[in-house]
């Protein structure tokens, strides 16, 4: 007795497809899946969507798909599953969806390496002193000693501060295991167990900046967590210290931030801000203290493929009956961006 395929279908916004899902990937569907079509649908009410969608088991979404709410899921009377090659799911799966009993999947796990990959290479540079030294090589242009100025480089025993032991939280600190750091974190839904469990200690938000020597925020953006590194904060910095920030640029009072740096005992790496482009006259740019990067923390590039190769096993998965390795449930949606 032959198993009957799932029809599978793509939505996400214009020029998803190409960047995230290259064609072998799409070729790689297991045997029991069928792709109604390589073009996703954009929308949810042309005719063409709403006959995909009237034929769909299996959705795969990406960046600007759009909402799937009770009208969309009214035309898609088979669909069991929206698999997400991307992080958050807030934009496009709608409450209508959990109600169903609809299994969501995300790629958030794959999206955070690179970003994890990222924060560490910065922790070991921003210890290293490389980013000031080379600021100071190619703005003098003459020999330089550089223990000689900052005479505490090195990552030796240096303590890294780690905000959030969210899944890029507990990424950074896997990969800092293999280097001679003291990793200390601080998350109000952190145990001691769970902590103990990763290697590392739990301290107090206050605690953690004020002794660390880099500080990395990895929590999510939600209400509760505006402007978490509040004004006070920002002064008990560590001087000398440097503040890494590849979460949300809300998360920060970035006036105080760029107050602090001005002071001239506080660095900063910042890949994201509120708004995401700065004004054109804003401090960050100009303060040799700031490493401003555009939001590429995240998958960009090669990496992208990751995010579809998480997907597809997901719906390999699906096709043999087996649960979803990266299954979110909607109470998840209130500790996740």
């Known amino acids: 007795m032959t198993t009957p395929s ?14 995230v899902f290259p064609q072998r990937r799409l070729d790689s569907l ?15 009410t042309s005719p063409r969507s709403l006959k995909l969608l009237a034929e769909t088991d299996i959705l795969l979404t990406g960046w600007g798909c759009p909402k799937l709410d009770a009208v ?7 669909l069991t599953h929206v698999l997400h090659a991307g992080g958050s799911v807030k934009h496009h799966v709608g409450e209508e969806c959990w109600e169903r009993g609809i299994h969501v999947s ?3 796990d794959s999206n955070s390496i690179p970003v994890a990959e990222y924060t560490v290479a910065m922790i070991l540079l921003a210890n290293k002193r490389v980013l000031q ?3 100071k090589l190619h703005t003098e242009r003459v020999e330089i000693e550089p223990d000689q100025v900052f005479p505490d480089m090195g990552n030796f025993g240096k303590r890294v501060g780690i905000i959030g032991a969210s899944r890029i939280g507990k990424h950074v600190i896997r990969l800092l295991k293999s280097y001679d750091v003291k990793v200390f974190v601080s998350d109000p839904f952190l145990d001691q167990a ?24 990895h929590a999510p953006s939600l209400p509760s967590t505006y402007n978490l590194i509040h004004e006070g904060l ?20 970035q006036d105080a931030l760029l107050r602090r740096i001005e002071q001239g005992d506080l660095y900063a790496v910042l890949d994201v801000t509120t708004p995401w ?17 555009p939001h590429l923390a995240g998958s960009l590039g090669m990496e992208l493929e990751r995010m579809a190769v998480s997907t597809i096993e997901e719906a390999a998965r699906v096709s043999r009956g087996e649960p979803l390795l990266h299954r979110l449930h909607a109470k998840d949606l209130a500790f996740t961006a």
């Not at 969309?72 to 088979?78: D, Q, Y």
């Not at 210290?241 to 640029?249: E, K, L, S």
């Not at 482009?277 to 990067?293: C, E, K, M, N, R």
């Open 133 to 135: 030294i080379a600021r």
């Open 194 to 217: 769970a902590a103990a469990a990763l290697g590392v200690e739990r301290l107090s938000l206050e605690e953690l900046v004020a002794t660390c020597d880099v500080v990395s925020l």
């Open 72 to 78: 969309a899921l009214a035309a898609a009377p088979r």
């Open 277 to 293: 482009v700065l004004p054109a006259d804003s401090g960050f740019y100009t303060h040799p203290h700031v490493l401003l990067t």
């Open 30 to 44: 297991a045997p029991g899946l069928r792709l109604l079509s390589p073009d996703p649908m954009e929308d949810f």
């Open 234 to 253: 920002v002064g008990s910095f560590k001087p000398g210290a440097t503040f890494i920030n590849t979460a949300r640029g809300e998360l920060v009072d």
């Open 106 to 108: 995300t790629a958030a």
């Open 6 to 19: 799932l029809n599978v279908a793509l939505a996400m916004g214009p020029g998803v497809v190409d960047r």
